[in-house]
């Protein structure tokens, strides 16, 4: 199974910057994908993007395009969301959930999808507040 731990939540001035860290471990193979979802207080789980370990594709919401950008690093199992020019509505607690992949290069290295119910495995999440 997948443990995930996130990092690097804080509080940010709006306009910043803040780097997102979800260290992966459990698994020898780099056949998973990790998606970030966040949370506002008394609003529901959204996705925000995921990557496909092996390959590295990556999927976003559309809003958040150009400014998010999820990466990883493979040799360190740990897996990136960069968030710039930051908005109050950024304000949330950012999880990172995992997916394992089995099967084929092909199946192993298809495309993320962004649906809660798609991820078995769930780090505690880190909270981000974006405020002046």
């Known amino acids: 199974q997948l443990h995930l731990v996130e990092s690097g939540g804080g509080l940010v001035q709006p306009g910043g910057s803040l780097r997102l860290s979800c260290e992966v471990s459990?698994?020898?193979?780099?056949?998973?994908?990790i998606g970030w979802f966040r949370q506002a207080p008394r609003k529901e789980r959204e996705a925000v993007a995921c990557?496909?370990?092996?390959?590295?594709?990556?999927n976003y919401v559309e809003s958040l395009k150009g400014r998010f950008t999820i990466s990883r690093d493979n040799r360190k199992n740990t897996v990136y969301l960069e968030m710039n020019n930051v908005k109050a509505e950024d304000t949330g607690r950012y999880y990172c959930?995992?997916?394992?992949?089995?099967?084929?290069?092909?199946?192993?290295?298809?495309?993320?999808?962004?649906?809660?119910?798609?991820?078995?495995?769930w780090g505690q999440g880190t909270q981000v507040t974006v405020s002046s």
């Open positions: 959930a995992g997916e394992r992949r089995f099967g084929t290069l092909p199946t192993i290295q298809a495309m993320c999808t962004m649906r809660l119910f798609d991820y078995d495995y």
């Open positions: 459990g698994v020898t193979s780099d056949y998973y994908v």
């Open positions: 990557i496909v370990a092996s390959g590295g594709l990556t």
